[in-house]
């Protein structure tokens, strides 16, 4: 039931207005947390004592201008609203020209404002959070790149553009992931999220390469205005292409495995980088490619299973764990998974992936700053099995906590219901299986967000002995009650459908959807199964002792989930281990092979060097002679070759 | 009969001017100032000579207006005995370059405590009182930069001559000083003075073949002068034996003096022999002026003829690079492994020159076989220079170290030395964000689109087995333990030490931006007639 007419018109181009007024500000917002990791990295130990207070300047000075850029795109007509600065041209080679441009248009616009935003709050937190660490100053300038890479890969107007972004968001991802290096966990664990983001990474660079061979170009504004022209087969592909690199960046299946290890980061890190905004980047490749995804339906087919996948994926895999941020982690993969699945309903969709995203960003950086909060006062215990009646201990955190749990359950009227809701309304338009996939997964997510909540802040003290929890300072729960404010109000975005229509030049029209029952009964389906998937936990966690070490003995399935689903044994039964032999056998070739063939060559040049270095006797006699024969031979051979 | 006077250009030649009134001067200051002041004399006479002349140079060049879309084609001076368009400029700025590197190296004296690498009496036989007296006065051979004066006025003539004679006249000026100047090293004299010889006998050979090729090719077409020749050769008319015979035999005089195989076997005898700054100068500069004359003799006056001496120049740009790059393997002294090299440079030079075509198959954007061939001795040249100033700042109480073997651990003696020198050898080797990679490219292309494939293939792999031995050097610096005491570096005054910062510099900006010196070329890479 995709919306026909939908089809048939075409994908909006991407405009470019010039900037002018304070859209010339536009690269400053990129500029100035660029400037701070710059500062703060290659000043050393100078900018120890005021680095953090610079990296957090930084970036609220890059979230005021986002908001003043914000609200200067508001005042002016909606079709006028998408701006492109010009700030050089990058590189030319031939007829193929890659411009630095930056496009600030309502796609970007909103994910400034989350990424500054949020960022700014994440800083602030951080303060207190790392306050005691040695390389404090490093963790901030880590943090300050990996905004200014996230500013460039939504900023940029170019795929080439993205992806250095891209790369720069990996590339802090790696560095913050493995910032406390001297645990081999933590080392491992950056590794394997690096190597994992390589293979999404290939997807972005041989998509870019076929967009190029089918465009010519690879900027927004030449790939969208030809899209429909190009070949379906084309398209498709760069579409495959893109999902892979957004599979990996956004940890969907099959991909997901690095998301989980990357919680040995510091909380903060887990909260900026793998919950509200980098691993996002997958969704925000699709919105804003999908002047490419609305006109091949193969491919949105191939993203929306791959939602499905996740999103069931990340909600089993969170009922399982048993540390906190895991928990979590599970959950940002299942989140994620109903954004790409929205992403994947194409126009109907991709407003409400956007609107997911945004209010995901806020409620998941609640939480995990929340759960880092928890560990503060746990002397960074992160087994759930450990904590326990923590309400009156840690009272602000329980209660921003709390308004987290409310929203990502899509209780009305928080931030989540209204755009979960929108979701699995608009799947169940799109193909009943589909919707009911969404659906259960807003079950189990009742089922492992109240697990965790029981866990954590209700029943009896399990604490470990030395541990006295208390509650956070002022720098940590400020933020915390900034992102509850914001998970509890953000639903208000979509007033009036104002996200979709605020988006819609960017991404397209769409009529509304046909759905066979009133929407309130559909909203009324969801609390029911939520509901019961509360229940559920109440009755499985809430009514029974909660064992200090987790039971051996379980069903196959809690053990399944428990091992991530067996992501990681796959992963290395079927890539690693013939990946391995694959690699000895090229290394005995190599050795025997090449290693042989080159030294043998090597001893036979030598050999037949060594013998004619004979002829150079020093004597001139000889010399001359051979001068003579060379000249003889020249001239005889000119003569022979033209009278022959 | 009457005689009329030719018109000279005054304000053209004046590159050439200059630097020979500098060498005659120079000739009377040997006479007039007392020996305690002629070393700065000379060496302030030479260097404000050759930075006069790179300007006039640049004047000269400023007419043709290089940096606009159309540039002019050039100017005929001297009664069209010389032809200044873009290749000649284009030589002419870098020949002058070279040469004030050159007089830097030859200046220098704080490697010899205090006296030149120049022989103090060059007439006391080695190994005599006279010499030792020589030695133990100070004494040293000032003559030395009137000396190159000399030959970088041949030098300059060389690529601009317009016809055979101007152009064999050119030959003598640049060979007769440079003979002299290789047989003048204070230390290891004797090998020195073979080496003089050596090239002297073997040059004065070579040059009795160009001789006689002028005279057949006068017998061919009737006159001396390029665009003559040319028209015979394209009008067919003339006996075409004479054409070959005399062609071949130019060939054989130009090819000696880039030590093409198989006229090459006095090149490492010579470098080796010849006191460093010589052999550097040498080394560089002489390859510059003889390409751009072997480019001009072959495109202008037997353009025509293309299809005739094309083959034979494959087979030897494929002999000089198998030669230079099979011998070099076996080598165990520095600069007769920097001596082989260069005659592989010399085979990678003529496969560019390999991508001769006519005007109209050249599309535009694509590489022209001269502008690739200007831009690979462009870094050839700068790289080479400072190479050869590196190996003489590695010493012992005996002089310059030479032998490989005793290169090692240098890299941990002297880091920045040891590490400029291997950045050379990389670039010489052609390893890309080097200048030496864009130069091997532009070759290749340039030689690949005139349908020379079998000559790029073989120039391929010939690369990689320079590369083997260039790497080979680098291994013995940095990986292996020094024997004994070891190799020293003496750290040199500024002269020597802006030779190297200049060339290792030239290096790599070349290697990383060599747009716009090959859009430069580009525009003016043109011969007249």
């Given at each position: 039931?995709v919306?026909?007419?939908?089809?048939?018109?075409?994908?909006?181009?991407v405009?470019?207005?010039?900037?002018?007024?304070?859209?010339?500000?536009?690269?400053?917002?990129?500029?100035?947390?660029?400037?701070?990791?710059?500062?703060?990295?290659l000043?050393g130990?100078?900018?120890?004592?005021?680095?953090?207070l610079?990296?957090?300047?930084?970036?609220?000075?890059?979230?005021?201008?986002s908001?003043?850029?914000f609200?200067?795109?508001?005042?002016?007509?909606?079709?006028d609203?998408?701006?492109?600065?010009?700030?050089?041209?990058?590189?030319?080679?031939?007829?193929?020209?890659?411009?630095?441009?930056?496009?600030?248009?309502?796609?970007?616009?909103?994910?400034?404002?989350?990424?500054?935003?949020?960022?700014?709050?994440?800083?602030?937190?951080?303060?207190?959070?790392?306050?005691?660490?040695?390389?404090?100053?490093?963790?901030?300038?880590?943090l300050?790149?990996?905004?200014?890479?996230?500013?460039?890969?939504?900023?940029?107007?170019?795929?080439?553009?993205?992806?250095?972004?891209?790369?720069g968001?990996?590339?802090?991802?790696?560095?913050?992931?493995?910032?406390?290096?001297?645990?081999?966990?933590?080392?491992?664990?950056?590794?394997?999220?690096?190597v994992?983001?390589?293979?999404?990474?290939?997807?972005?660079?041989?998509?870019?390469?076929?967009?190029?061979?089918?465009f010519?170009?690879?900027?927004?504004?030449?790939?969208?205005?030809?899209?429909?022209?190009?070949?379906s087969?084309?398209?498709?592909?760069?579409?495959?292409?893109?999902?892979?690199?957004?599979?990996?960046?956004?940890?969907?299946?099959?991909?997901?495995?690095?998301?989980?290890?990357?919680?040995?980061?510091?909380?903060?890190?887990?909260?900026?980088?793998?919950?509200?905004?980098?691993?996002?980047?997958?969704?925000?490749?699709?919105?804003?490619?999908n002047?490419?995804?609305?006109?091949?339906?193969?491919?949105?087919?191939?993203?929306?299973?791959?939602?499905?996948?996740?999103?069931?994926?990340?909600?089993?895999?969170?009922?399982?764990?048993?540390?906190?941020?895991?928990?979590?982690?599970?959950?940002?993969?299942?989140?994620?998974?109903?954004?790409?699945?929205?992403?994947?309903?194409?126009?109907?969709?991709?407003?409400?992936?956007?609107f997911?995203?945004?209010?995901?960003?806020?409620?998941?950086?609640?939480?995990f700053?929340?759960?880092?909060?928890?560990?503060?006062?746990?002397n960074?215990?992160?087994?759930?099995?450990n904590?326990?009646?923590?309400?009156?201990?840690?009272?602000?955190?329980?209660?921003?906590?709390?308004?987290?749990?409310?929203a990502?359950?899509?209780?009305?009227?928080?931030?989540?219901?209204?755009?979960?809701?929108?979701?699995?309304e608009?799947a169940?338009?799109?193909?009943f299986?589909?919707?009911?996939c969404?659906?259960?997964?807003?079950?189990?997510?009742a089922?492992?967000?109240?697990?965790?909540?029981?866990?954590?802040?209700f029943?009896?003290?399990?604490?470990?002995?030395?541990?006295h929890?208390?509650?956070?300072?002022?720098?940590?729960?400020?933020?915390l009650?900034?992102?509850?404010?914001?998970s509890?109000?953000?639903?208000?975005?979509?007033?009036?459908?104002?996200?979709?229509?605020?988006?819609?030049?960017?991404?397209?029209?769409?009529?509304?959807?046909?759905?066979?029952?009133?929407?309130?009964?559909?909203?009324?389906?969801?609390?029911?199964v939520?509901?019961?998937?509360?229940a559920?936990?109440?009755?499985?966690?809430?009514?029974?002792?909660?064992?200090?070490?987790?039971?051996?003995?379980?069903?196959?399935?809690t053990?399944?989930?428990?091992a991530?689903?067996?992501?990681?044994?796959?992963?290395d039964?079927?890539?690693?281990?013939?990946?391995?032999?694959?690699?000895?056998?090229?290394?005995?070739?190599?050795r025997?092979v090449?290693?042989?063939?080159?030294?043998?060559?090597?001893?036979?040049?030598s050999?037949?060097?060594?013998?004619?270095?004979?002829?150079?006797?020093?004597?001139?006699?000889?010399?001359?002679?051979?001068?003579?024969?060379?000249?003889?031979?020249?001239?005889?051979?000119?003569?022979?070759?033209?009278?022959? | 009969?009457?005689?009329?006077?030719?018109?000279?250009?005054?304000?053209?030649?004046?590159?050439?001017?200059i630097?020979?009134?500098?060498?005659?001067?120079?000739?009377l200051?040997?006479?007039?100032?007392?020996?305690?002041?002629?070393?700065?004399?000379?060496?302030?006479?030479?260097?404000?000579?050759?930075v006069?002349?790179?300007?006039?140079?640049?004047?000269?060049?400023?007419?043709?207006?290089?940096?606009?879309?159309?540039?002019?084609?050039?100017?005929?001076?001297?009664?069209?005995?010389?032809?200044?368009?873009?290749?000649?400029?284009?030589c002419?700025?870098?020949?002058?370059?070279?040469?004030?590197?050159?007089?830097?190296?030859?200046a220098?004296?704080?490697?010899?405590?205090?006296v030149?690498?120049?022989?103090?009496?060059?007439?006391?036989?080695?190994?005599?009182?006279?010499?030792?007296?020589?030695?133990?006065?100070?004494?040293?051979?000032?003559?030395?930069?009137?000396?190159?004066?000399?030959?970088?006025?041949?030098?300059?003539?060389?690529?601009?001559?317009?016809?055979?004679?101007?152009?064999?006249?050119?030959?003598?000026?640049?060979?007769?000083?440079?003979?002299?100047?290789?047989?003048l090293?204070?230390?290891?004299?004797?090998?020195?003075?073979?080496?003089?010889?050596?090239?002297?006998?073997?040059?004065?050979?070579?040059?009795?073949?160009?001789?006689?090729?002028?005279?057949?090719?006068?017998?061919?077409?009737?006159?001396?002068?390029?665009?003559?020749?040319?028209?015979?050769?394209s009008?067919?008319?003339?006996?075409?034996?004479?054409?070959?015979?005399?062609?071949?035999?130019?060939?054989?005089?130009?090819?000696?003096?880039?030590?093409?195989?198989?006229?090459?076997?006095?090149?490492?005898?010579v470098?080796?022999?010849?006191?460093?700054?010589?052999?550097?100068?040498?080394?560089?500069?002489?390859?510059?002026?003889?390409?751009?004359?072997?480019?001009?003799?072959?495109?202008?006056?037997?353009?025509?003829?293309?299809?005739?001496?094309?083959?034979?120049?494959?087979?030897?740009?494929?002999?000089t690079?198998?030669?230079?790059?099979?011998?070099?393997?076996s080598?165990?002294?520095?600069?007769?492994?920097?001596?082989?090299?260069?005659?592989?440079?010399?085979?990678?030079?003529?496969?560019?020159f390999?991508g001769?075509?006519?005007?109209t198959?050249?599309?535009?954007?694509?590489?022209?076989?001269?502008?690739?061939?200007?831009?690979?001795?462009?870094?050839?040249?700068l790289?080479?220079?400072?190479?050869?100033?590196?190996?003489?700042?590695?010493?012992?109480?005996?002089?310059?170290?030479?032998?490989?073997s005793?290169?090692?651990?240098?890299?941990?003696?002297?880091p920045?030395?040891?590490g400029?020198?291997?950045f050379?050898?990389?670039?010489?080797?052609g390893?890309?964000?080097?200048?030496?990679?864009?130069?091997?490219?532009a070759v290749?292309?340039?030689?690949?689109?005139?349908?020379?494939?079998?000559?790029?293939?073989v120039?391929?792999?010939?690369?990689?087995?320079?590369a083997?031995?260039?790497?080979?050097?680098?291994?013995v610096?940095?990986?292996?333990d020094?024997?004994?005491?070891?190799?020293?570096?003496t750290v040199?005054?500024?002269?020597?030490?802006?030779?190297?910062?200049?060339?290792?510099?030239?290096?790599?900006?070349?290697?990383?931006?060599?747009?716009?010196?090959?859009?430069?070329?580009?525009?003016?890479?043109?011969?007249?007639?």
């Amino acid at each position: 039931m995709v919306n026909l007419e939908a089809l048939h018109e075409l994908p909006p181009a991407v405009g470019s207005a010039p900037t002018d007024g304070a859209f010339s500000l536009l690269w400053l917002v990129i500029a100035l947390p660029a400037l701070g990791a710059a500062v703060l990295l290659l000043g050393g130990k100078r900018t120890d004592k005021w680095g953090h207070l610079l990296a957090t300047a930084a970036v609220i000075g890059s979230f005021v201008i986002s908001l003043i850029l914000f609200f200067s795109l508001t005042g002016r007509d909606s079709g006028d609203r998408q701006v492109t600065q010009h700030l050089w041209n990058w590189f030319t080679t031939g007829s193929y020209s890659v411009n630095f441009d930056l496009l600030y248009d309502q796609l970007s616009a909103v994910f400034l404002l989350l990424i500054t935003g949020v960022g700014s709050l994440i800083h602030v937190y951080s303060i207190g959070y790392m306050e005691h660490d040695v390389r404090r100053r490093r963790f901030f300038g880590y943090l300050n790149l990996f905004v200014a890479a996230m500013l460039v890969l939504i900023l940029a107007a170019d795929y080439v553009g993205v992806f250095l972004g891209w790369e720069g968001v990996g590339l802090a991802s790696y560095l913050l992931i493995g910032f406390w290096q001297h645990k081999p966990s933590a080392a491992a664990a950056a590794k394997k999220a690096f190597v994992i983001n390589r293979v999404g990474d290939i997807g972005l660079s041989l998509g870019t390469a076929l967009i190029f061979i089918t465009f010519g170009s690879t900027s927004f504004a030449v790939v969208s205005a030809g899209s429909h022209e190009a070949s379906s087969g084309a398209l498709t592909g760069i579409g495959l292409l893109l999902l892979l690199a957004a599979c990996g960046k956004s940890a969907q299946f099959p991909l997901q495995s690095w998301l989980l290890d990357a919680m040995e980061g510091p909380t903060p890190v887990s909260a900026l980088i793998h919950a509200a905004t980098m691993v996002t980047a997958g969704v925000y490749l699709i919105v804003r490619s999908n002047f490419i995804f609305s006109l091949t339906e193969d491919a949105r087919t191939a993203v929306i299973i791959i939602g499905c996948i996740t999103l069931l994926m990340g909600a089993v895999i969170g009922c399982a764990k048993d540390d906190i941020k895991k928990a979590l982690a599970g959950s940002t993969m299942s989140q994620i998974g109903y954004m790409v699945l929205a992403a994947g309903l194409g126009p109907a969709g991709y407003a409400f992936a956007i609107f997911h995203l945004l209010t995901h960003g806020f409620f998941k950086a609640n939480m995990f700053l929340g759960a880092g909060s928890v560990m503060h006062g746990m002397n960074d215990d992160v087994n759930m099995r450990n904590y326990g009646a923590l309400r009156k201990a840690m009272p602000i955190t329980f209660a921003t906590f709390g308004i987290g749990y409310l929203a990502i359950l899509g209780v009305p009227p928080f931030a989540g219901f209204w755009s979960k809701d929108k979701i699995i309304e608009t799947a169940f338009a799109d193909n009943f299986l589909v919707g009911l996939c969404a659906l259960v997964g807003a079950g189990v997510t009742a089922f492992y967000m109240t697990r965790l909540m029981l866990l954590t802040y209700f029943g009896e003290k399990r604490w470990e002995k030395d541990v006295h929890p208390h509650e956070s300072p002022k720098v940590m729960t400020y933020p915390l009650i900034a992102l509850a404010v914001l998970s509890a109000f953000g639903g208000l975005f979509t007033l009036n459908s104002w996200i979709s229509d605020w988006l819609a030049p960017v991404v397209g029209e769409h009529g509304e959807h046909e759905l066979g029952i009133p929407a309130i009964v559909m909203s009324l389906i969801i609390l029911v199964v939520v509901a019961l998937g509360v229940a559920v936990a109440v009755q499985l966690v809430g009514k029974r002792e909660v064992p200090k070490v987790a039971p051996e003995k379980v069903s196959v399935f809690t053990r399944a989930a428990r091992a991530d689903l067996y992501g990681d044994a796959f992963n290395d039964e079927v890539i690693v281990k013939p990946g391995v032999a694959g690699i000895r056998g090229l290394a005995v070739f190599d050795r025997s092979v090449v290693d042989g063939g080159v030294e043998g060559l090597a001893t036979a040049l030598s050999a037949i060097s060594g013998r004619f270095r004979l002829l150079q006797n020093g004597f001139v006699r000889s010399y001359a002679l051979a001068l003579l024969a060379g000249a003889t031979i020249v001239i005889f051979a000119l003569l022979a070759v033209n009278f022959g | 009969m009457k005689f009329t006077a030719p018109h000279i250009e005054y304000d053209l030649l004046s590159p050439i001017l200059i630097v020979l009134a500098v060498a005659v001067l120079g000739v009377l200051v040997e006479a007039a100032v007392p020996r305690a002041r002629r070393y700065v004399v000379q060496v302030s006479l030479s260097l404000v000579g050759i930075v006069a002349a790179l300007v006039a140079a640049l004047l000269v060049m400023s007419r043709i207006n290089p940096t606009s879309d159309k540039p002019k084609s050039g100017y005929l001076a001297a009664v069209d005995a010389l032809a200044l368009d873009g290749p000649t400029l284009f030589c002419w700025v870098l020949i002058l370059v070279l040469a004030l590197l050159g007089v830097l190296l030859f200046a220098e004296r704080r490697l010899e405590g205090g006296v030149t690498a120049f022989a103090g009496q060059a007439s006391a036989l080695p190994g005599t009182e006279a010499e030792r007296q020589a030695s133990a006065m100070g004494l040293e051979h000032t003559e030395v930069f009137p000396l190159m004066m000399f030959a970088v006025s041949g030098m300059l003539m060389f690529p601009a001559a317009n016809d055979l004679l101007t152009l064999f006249v050119a030959l003598e000026v640049l060979s007769l000083p440079l003979y002299l100047l290789c047989g003048l090293a204070r230390r290891r004299r004797l090998l020195s003075q073979e080496a003089a010889l050596k090239y002297f006998m073997l040059g004065a050979f070579s040059s009795g073949f160009f001789v006689y090729g002028n005279a057949l090719v006068y017998g061919y077409a009737g006159s001396m002068q390029f665009d003559n020749i040319a028209f015979a050769v394209s009008s067919g008319s003339g006996s075409e034996a004479l054409l070959l015979g005399g062609m071949g035999m130019l060939a054989v005089g130009l090819l000696f003096k880039v030590g093409a195989a198989p006229f090459l076997a006095w090149t490492p005898d010579v470098y080796q022999g010849a006191p460093t700054p010589v052999t550097a100068f040498m080394a560089a500069a002489t390859k510059v002026a003889a390409f751009g004359a072997l480019l001009r003799l072959f495109y202008v006056a037997f353009g025509g003829a293309r299809w005739d001496w094309q083959p034979m120049f494959w087979i030897i740009a494929i002999a000089t690079m198998v030669v230079g790059s099979v011998l070099a393997l076996s080598q165990t002294d520095v600069k007769r492994l920097l001596a082989y090299s260069s005659v592989a440079h010399a085979g990678f030079l003529l496969t560019g020159f390999l991508g001769a075509r006519s005007l109209t198959d050249i599309a535009p954007g694509d590489l022209n076989p001269v502008q690739a061939v200007l831009f690979y001795v462009t870094t050839y040249g700068l790289t080479t220079m400072a190479a050869f100033a590196i190996v003489s700042v590695v010493r012992d109480g005996a002089g310059e170290v030479t032998q490989l073997s005793r290169w090692a651990g240098l890299g941990k003696e002297s880091p920045l030395v040891a590490g400029s020198f291997a950045f050379l050898l990389l670039g010489m080797a052609g390893i890309p964000l080097t200048s030496g990679f864009t130069g091997k490219w532009a070759v290749f292309a340039s030689a690949a689109s005139a349908g020379a494939w079998p000559v790029v293939i073989v120039a391929v792999l010939m690369s990689a087995i320079a590369a083997y031995f260039y790497v080979k050097i680098i291994v013995v610096m940095f990986f292996s333990d020094p024997i004994g005491d070891g190799p020293s570096v003496t750290v040199p005054s500024v002269m020597t030490s802006s030779v190297i910062a200049v060339g290792v510099a030239a290096t790599f900006v070349l290697g990383v931006v060599p747009g716009p010196l090959l859009d430069l070329l580009g525009r003016t890479a043109q011969f007249i007639r």
